[in-house]
């Protein structure tokens, strides 16, 4: 049996993968979530290949008794402070996030785990000097906190592989939306305010593109990346193929869902919403083999979730 650690396992992509990797018999996982924005009921609690650890990984003491005690085989680090509005209020907060990947990575490499993924984020390459945005070509040039410390986490990975050799792989995301995704991100924001035919709210015109990833595709291509062994010591862009503004993204959710929101435009965000944003996902489309989900698809998927859906009419 392998055994598997997930920090930030209740939150939107952590708990899908817990979730997904519970249907092998053959792997126990230990999941590591603070709660601040994380929720344990996004988790098969009751499985009995499952245990559940509230802590927080950016301090020491809490994490290294939790690695120190069980001998993991591999560690997927997913922790992490989101959002973009919420990190551009807390930036000191967001910075602190270093010292639970250096931890970590410590722990690691004491303690005898054999590969360490990291979720890194489409932030780190900043607004695109090229689309789409490739892993080894297009410059990392984003100077907002989140960015920094995804930047950084990517270097501490690549550091101690070359200087420890702790076996790595690092997964740039994209927007990945899902039935656990929360309500202040932009996929279920739409739709909740759709739903209750709210004003859909937009920050500057809509201009903005982006990709948008239904989380299954997500979770596939990352766990098959673990099983077949692929892309070690390597860094994948993680994220959807078509591109959409955001103003399409709304007026796709107000058609598919027969609303009667209206569009309102709110004044743009200081830092952090790029203008453009478009991964070049050639590795992770060799590693699924398949299309992806297209967005229409994932919309449909969503609005048939009941979880889901009672979930937006309580927060949206």
């Known amino acids: 049996m ?7 396992g209740a939150g ?25 924005t994380g929720d344990i009921r996004k988790l098969n609690i009751e499985s009995p290949q499952l245990k ?3 802590a927080d990984v950016n301090k020491r003491d809490e994490i290294a008794e939790i690695m120190l005690s069980s001998q993991f085989d591999c560690v997927f680090h997913y922790a992490a ?50 689309i789409p945005q490739n892993e080894e070509t297009t410059p990392l040039n984003s100077r907002v906190p989140y960015a920094v410390v995804k930047n950084v986490g990517e270097a501490f990975c690549k550091s101690f592989h070359q ?20 309500t202040d991100f932009v996929m279920s924001k739409f739709i909740g305010q759709a739903l209750k035919n709210e004003d859909i709210t937009i920050y500057g015109d809509g201009s903005q593109t982006r990709t948008f990833c239904y989380v299954d595709d997500n979770i596939e291509a990352t766990i098959n990346t673990l099983e077949q062994d692929l892309y070690i010591n390597d860094v994948i862009n993680i994220g959807g193929e ?29 830092d952090g919403d790029m203008t453009r944003r478009q991964p070049d996902n050639t590795k992770m489309l060799k590693i699924l083999n398949r299309e992806l989900i297209p967005i229409k698809e994932g919309i449909q998927k969503l609005l048939a979730d009941e979880k889901f859906l009672s979930e937006i009419s309580m927060n949206s």
């Open 2 to 8: 392998k055994h598997i650690l997930i920090t930030g």
């Open 12 to 36: 939107n992509i952590g708990s899908c993968l817990t979730n997904t990797l519970l249907k092998n018999p053959e792997y126990k996982i230990t999941v590591v979530d603070d709660l601040s």
């Open 52 to 54: 559940f650890i509230k």
């Open 81 to 130: 402070f989101v959002g973009v509005a919420r990190t551009q209020e807390n930036p000191v907060r967001v910075l602190q996030d270093i010292e639970g990947i250096k931890h970590l990575l410590n722990l690691s490499k004491n303690s005898g785990v054999k590969r360490f993924f990291f979720s890194s984020s489409s932030e780190v390459y900043g607004e695109p000097v090229s």
């Open 163 to 182: 200087e420890y050799g702790l076996n790595y792989t690092i997964f740039r995301f994209f927007n990945t939306y899902g039935p656990h995704q929360t």
């Open 242 to 270: 078509k591109v959409i503004t955001i103003l399409e993204l709304a007026q796709e959710i107000i058609k598919i869902t027969n609303s009667e929101s209206k569009i309102i435009f709110l004044p743009p965000l200081k």
